[in-house]
């Protein structure tokens, strides 16, 4: 589909770049939600890649990409994304988790935030911010 935000090269390009508008990662199944968070983002001063719908397709861009923080539900077209968040997490990327489920006792990775949906944007928004405030750069 024709989703609104940056391409994969202008992702790259504005990632390489200092003092750009931050790169949030979004992994959505939902178009709705896909698109209104993208666009909420970019309103707030956010650049967006994505939405993917699949962990495989924003897996993908991770391999290439790196945005300073990522909003993502767990669950997406292609099954869990426990891969994905890993490897987030370990590249020390703040990363949301934004599900329909509640969180789970254990935490999924270090420095993953869990928000269960819904939730009203200027929450998310506190939590993303937070999250990226917490991270050492």
Known sequence: GCWRGVSRDQAVNASKQTGRRPLILVAEDEAIIAIELADSLTRAGFDVVGPFATCAEAE???????????????????????????????????????????????????????????????????ALRHAMRAQPS
């Open 60 to 126: 993908e861009w991770v391999k290439t990409g790196k945005p300073n923080a990522a909003i993502l539900d767990n669950l997406l077209k292609d099954g869990p994304c426990h891969a994905l968040i890993t490897d987030l997490s370990r590249r020390g990327v703040p990363t949301i988790i934004f599900s329909g489920q509640d969180a789970p006792s254990e935490p999924v990775a270090p420095g993953a935030t869990w928000v269960t949906k819904p939730v009203p944007f200027p929450m998310l928004l506190d």
